[in-house]
């Protein structure tokens, strides 16, 4: 499943840029007012990069609710991307690599074709955000697609798994 949203918002520079980004929510079919416990994207820059050609450089900030989450998700097939946690904790497993908890000033990184299998706040009582930094190809999109969602029966009722 692979979902697109355009954000057109002015860059620093002033000029209008038109990004594809998906918020991991609407996979699910709410919205992230509807949605509560999932994280809130929103794009802070993005640029061309001038001395590479056919690459561009998308920062997000990515805002988890206490006890929120992304959904397991894949970005796009150049995308390289550093995620740098600026408040909170954050609990992150990419591919087969054991699940770890990066606090506030810490950081990691995603290769490009990586599974982001968890992605969310490490705190029911606080909530946390961190700073992910794309080198793309240009054309590239979209930049995240959530894997498809599977039911998950406990106590006899249907959620959704995360």
Do not use: C, W
Request: proline share 7%.
């Amino acid at each position: 499943m692979s979902l697109r949203l355009d954000y057109n918002a002015a860059t620093p520079a002033g000029v209008t840029a038109s990004v594809p980004l998906l918020i991991a929510a609407i996979a699910l079919g709410g919205s992230p007012a509807i949605s509560q416990n999932r994280d809130q994207v929103r794009v802070a820059f993005e640029h061309a990069l001038p001395n590479v050609e056919g690459k561009r450089i998308v920062a997000v900030v990515v805002n988890y609710p206490p006890g929120g989450r992304s959904l397991p998700h894949r970005h796009a097939a150049s995308a390289f991307i550093y995620a740098h946690v600026l408040s909170g904790a954050v609990r992150s497993q990419v591919g087969d690599e054991p699940a770890k908890v990066y606090h506030a000033g810490e950081g990691f990184y995603e290769m490009p074709g990586s599974h982001h299998r968890i992605s969310e706040n490490a705190s029911d009582k606080e909530p946390a955000s961190l700073l992910a930094v794309f080198v793309v190809d240009s054309k590239d999109e979209p930049l995240t697609t959530a894997d498809q969602a599977q039911p998950d029966h406990v106590n006899g009722a249907t959620k959704l798994a995360h």
